[in-house]
């Protein structure tokens, strides 16, 4: 298996900009995570979806923040409209879950985000 | 209120020694821990974890790390360090029927040779 799968690995923009993170699970895996990680705040949890559906999005910043996860396959990320406090690397991360916290989550490699 | 504790931002050993990087938690109930590793510019890499069963559990790369439940903590641990160990590490904890895996703000390991 590939591991999971992040896309773009790096993303520059300019403040304003509509920004889309794309992230492909591993397979099988029924749980998705969205995270980021800066300097200052260090690792943060976005969303977390269960077999498609958003579980717990309290970590979601604002309303520019959204996230979808159309299928088994597919999530995705977007800020609308990105600010500069946004840059950051944001990680998906997959997990095979019965509903306790207790497999081990897979991490993609990461996008690094960069508002200008 | 859950949370998990790094109390070391650093921790710098001669390669050959033993380290310890250090993690304390707090949950309601019985515990989930873990421990990852992240290398520069990459994601997070699990270890090892600590769900139930022997206190002492062994992970990648020669690391372990023992459940204290009376010192709520879960220190990771190897006899030999090496120069490759050099890296980001972070614990994190959840619980039964969490619905999230909480993270310490990291401590960074730099194995010296």
């Known amino acids: 298996d590939a591991g999971v799968i992040q896309s773009p690995r790096h993303e520059v923009t300019e403040m304003g900009q509509e920004v889309t993170l794309r992230c492909k699970p591993i397979s099988g895996h029924n749980s998705l995570f969205w995270y980021r990680q800066t300097m200052m705040r260090g690792l943060e949890l976005l969303i977390y979806f269960n077999n498609n559906v958003p579980i717990d999005d309290s970590g979601m910043p604002e309303d520019r923040f959204s996230a979808k996860m159309p299928n088994a396959s597919f999530s995705t990320l977007k800020i609308q409209p990105s600010e500069p406090r946004d840059s950051a690397v944001y990680f998906c991360?997959?997990?095979?879950?019965?509903?306790?916290?207790?497999?081990?989550?897979?991490f993609g490699p990461g996008t690094r985000l960069t508002v200008l | 209120a859950q949370s998990v504790a790094q109390p070391e931002d650093q921790v710098n050993v001669a390669e050959g020694n033993p380290l310890t990087v250090k993690c304390t938690y707090s949950v309601s109930g019985n515990p989930y821990l873990f421990w990852y590793v992240q290398y520069p510019n990459r994601g997070l890499q699990f270890l090892l974890k600590y769900i139930t069963g022997d206190n002492l559990v062994k992970g990648s790369y020669g690391f372990e790390a023992e459940f204290n439940k009376s010192q709520t903590s879960f220190h990771l641990k190897k006899p030999s360090a090496l120069v490759s160990d050099s890296a980001l590490y972070f614990c994190a904890v959840s619980f039964v029927g969490g619905t999230a895996l909480i993270f310490g703000k990291g401590t960074t390991l730099s194995v010296s040779s």
């Open positions: 991360a997959s997990s095979l879950s019965a509903g306790d916290m207790y497999n081990e989550q897979f």
